[in-house]
């Protein structure tokens, strides 16, 4: 009995932490900087994320094609962050900054 509470009590846990550790696309978008050149409606210095999105509609690669430019520095400047997380901003800017 007291090994499946352990076990239950460390499940638990773990479900907490990834909840806790999974940052939204609007949260990181904002620790990232993201906002000092990019709106979800307007162009600033880049372009609104609603125009992002409406040029690549429909593209099947674009998540992967952003993701790539934000961690290379190619076409963007260089974004740190881990593989999940640049994954996760270019789907933000893929779903228009929502």
């Given at each position: 009995?007291?090994?499946?509470?352990?076990?239950?009590?460390?499940?638990?846990?773990?479900?907490?932490?990834?909840?806790?550790?999974?940052?939204?696309?609007?949260?990181?978008?904002?620790?990232?900087?993201?906002?000092?050149?990019?709106?979800?409606?307007?162009?600033?210095?880049?372009?609104?994320?609603?125009?992002?999105?409406?040029?690549?509609?429909?593209?099947?690669?674009?998540?992967?094609?952003?993701?790539?430019?934000?961690?290379?520095?190619?076409?963007?400047?260089?974004?740190?962050?881990?593989?999940?997380e640049i994954k996760?901003?270019?789907?933000?800017?893929?779903?228009?900054g929502k």
């Amino acid at each position: 009995m007291k090994s499946l509470l352990i076990a239950v009590a460390a499940a638990g846990s773990l479900m907490v932490t990834g909840a806790a550790a999974a940052a939204t696309g609007a949260e990181l978008a904002a620790s990232k900087g993201c906002g000092t050149c990019h709106a979800a409606e307007v162009k600033k210095v880049g372009p609104a994320f609603k125009d992002v999105a409406a040029k690549y509609k429909g593209n099947a690669d674009a998540q992967a094609k952003i993701a790539t430019m934000l961690k290379e520095g190619k076409g963007h400047p260089k974004v740190a962050g881990s593989d999940d997380e640049i994954k996760a901003l270019a789907g933000y800017a893929l779903a228009g900054g929502k």
